[in-house]
């Protein structure tokens, strides 16, 4: 017999949990399904042990700079307490008790097992102890998220590459490491890595590293990791993998090989959508992501959240799709009103390289790309008064992006020390349309890193 209640979430990482944890707060019976562990890729294998890395991987690279400026040092690496920090600290050995324990808390019911959503408000659910069937009188929420997006190189699938899972839960920096794709994940975790004495290559499709972002700040991170000494190759494509003797070697298109002890491959996400009836959906065959409307409903009574929906694959924004979603569901159960409907105009993205790369809203080509008439101005931190202070580790840039027919930015990128927490108020002003005129005529601290938003809205000026 099907086990009746009001919602049933269908993925627990950051988006499932944020939902589901709302619903149960507002009085909902809310049952939320989980394969593996409650809280999903962001707490165990994704956002938060990578940045425990990052941040072990900077304090080294900051020791670093030390020489000339304040002293000298001797920095020897060890990766054991970053693993244990991890194991112990962000992961609780890859335990989840404790968000278990916080959703029951909240008045959900939790089921470990995996499910499938087969239409109608039903989602069978397959467990260790066998096959149960939930309907949900107010509606499903699909969070099942993402999984690796591996690319059809001969031979890949025959060796034991790592994906991020591996990455982050890994005991040792290897001795040398090959990172296939450099978006976010390939740049943060070579960098890392290599700041911890790891010999990483580098191998992207593109003509540059982070390719989603400004061509300046691509051109910027590529110059810097050169510089560390990473091997970086771009327009590289990989034909062939193969593994022997504890050694992976790629061979590219144009004939090279490169070879090393670990293989990350870091070539993007997709959602996961096998446990969706399509039909039921009413979702094409081909379809890559969960189509929704602006309450991230994708059919009457069904939700979508999180990186499922292709809107940006990132914590934030399936946390806030999650309250938009929550807020429609509850209006539904005549608990509320609905409210506003989610906005992506101000979608911030962090890549936390050392610069680290915040960036909003639109690049320059994808606002051209929209016919927008744009006039853009860019800032180099280091020529800056707190660049040329803070000297060792100063470079970044601030770029801004107009649209001059309204006066107002669309989009801003902000690299350098620190660039996710100075992008904050780039997006209060995209989010806002704060008029250009009206940041020009504001004060910024003195000698601070985002005072090159003033230096960047006055060659905005110029253009
Ligand atoms: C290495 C790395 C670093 C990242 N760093 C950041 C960062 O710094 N900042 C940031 O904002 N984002 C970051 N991200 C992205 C972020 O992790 C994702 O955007 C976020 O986890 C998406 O949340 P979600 O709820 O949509 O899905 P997920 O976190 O993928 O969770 C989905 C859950 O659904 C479960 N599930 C799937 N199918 C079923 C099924 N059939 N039955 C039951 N359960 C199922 C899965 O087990 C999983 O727990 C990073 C990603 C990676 C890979
Ligand atoms: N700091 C953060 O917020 C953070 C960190 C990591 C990941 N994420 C999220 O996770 C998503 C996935 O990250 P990702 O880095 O895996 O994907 P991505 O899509 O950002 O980058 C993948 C890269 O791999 C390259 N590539 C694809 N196929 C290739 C091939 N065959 N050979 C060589 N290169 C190839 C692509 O050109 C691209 O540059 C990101 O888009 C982001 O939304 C966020």
């Not at 988006?15 to 707060?25: D, F, S, T």
């Not at 005991?171 to 010999?199: D, H, I, K, M, N």
């Not at 990473?230 to 590219?252: H, M, N, S, W």
């Not at 001059?404 to 996710?420: F, K, Q, S």
Request: with cysteine; aromatic share 6%.
């Amino acid at each position: 017999m099907a086990r009746e209640c009001d919602v049933v979430v269908l993925g627990m990482g950051p988006g499932g949990e944020a939902v589901a944890g709302q619903l149960a707060e507002a009085g909902l019976d809310v049952v939320g399904v989980e394969a593996e562990l409650l809280g999903g890729e962001c707490p165990y294998w994704a956002c938060v042990p990578s940045k425990m890395m990052v941040r072990a991987g900077n304090l080294l690279a900051e020791a670093r700079r030390v020489p000339g400026m304040a002293g000298s040092t001797r920095v020897e690496p060890d990766f054991s307490p970053v693993h244990v920090r991890i194991r112990d600290e962000a992961t609780t050995d890859w335990d989840d008790a404790a968000a278990v324990e916080r959703f029951t808390g909240q008045g959900g019911h939790f089921v470990r097992g995996r499910g499938r959503f087969t239409g109608q408000g039903r989602v069978e659910v397959e467990s260790g102890t066998g096959r149960e069937t939930f309907t949900a009188r107010r509606g499903v929420v699909l969070a099942t998220g993402s999984g690796p997006a591996v690319p059809p190189v001969s031979g890949l699938d025959q060796v034991p590459y790592w994906t991020n899972r591996q990455a982050v839960s890994a005991a040792e920096a290897p001795a040398s490491l090959l990172v296939l794709g450099a978006g976010a994940v390939g740049v943060e975790l070579a960098q890392a890595y290599a700041r911890f004495g790891t010999r990483v290559t580098l191998v992207e499709a593109s003509a540059r590293v982070v390719s989603v972002e400004e061509p300046e700040a691509g051109d910027l991170l590529l110059r810097v990791l050169r510089e560390e000494g990473l091997t970086v190759r771009t327009q590289a494509r990989a034909k062939a993998a193969r593994y022997a003797d504890g050694v992976f070697t790629l061979t590219l298109e144009d004939g090279a090989e490169l070879s090393a002890e670990r293989l990350l491959v870091a070539t993007g996400r997709r959602p996961r959508l096998d446990a969706l009836d399509r039909e039921a959906l009413g979702l094409a065959q081909d379809a890559r992501r969960v189509e929704v409307d602006a309450h991230l409903r994708a059919a009457p009574g069904v939700w979508a959240v999180g990186d499922l929906v292709g809107e940006g694959a990132f914590t934030h924004v399936a946390v806030y799709q999650a309250q938009v979603a929550a807020r429609a569901i509850l209006a539904e159960a005549g608990l509320g009103e609905p409210g506003p409907g989610a906005d992506y105009r101000a979608v911030p993205r962090v890549t936390f390289t050392d610069p680290e790369i915040g960036s909003v809203g639109l690049t320059e080509a994808r606002a051209r790309e929209r016919g927008l008439t744009v006039r853009t101005g860019l800032a180099q931190l280091p020529a800056g008064v707190r660049g040329w202070i803070h000297k060792a580790g100063n470079e970044g840039l601030v770029k801004l992006v107009e649209d001059a027919d309204r006066g107002v930015l669309v989009g801003a990128t902000a690299a350098g020390p620190m660039g996710g927490e100075v992008l904050y108020g780039l997006a209060v002003a995209v989010r806002a349309a704060v008029p250009t005129a009206t940041l020009r005529d504001m004060m910024y601290a003195f000698p601070t890193f985002h005072r090159s938003v003033l230096e960047a809205l006055t060659d905005l000026a110029a253009d």
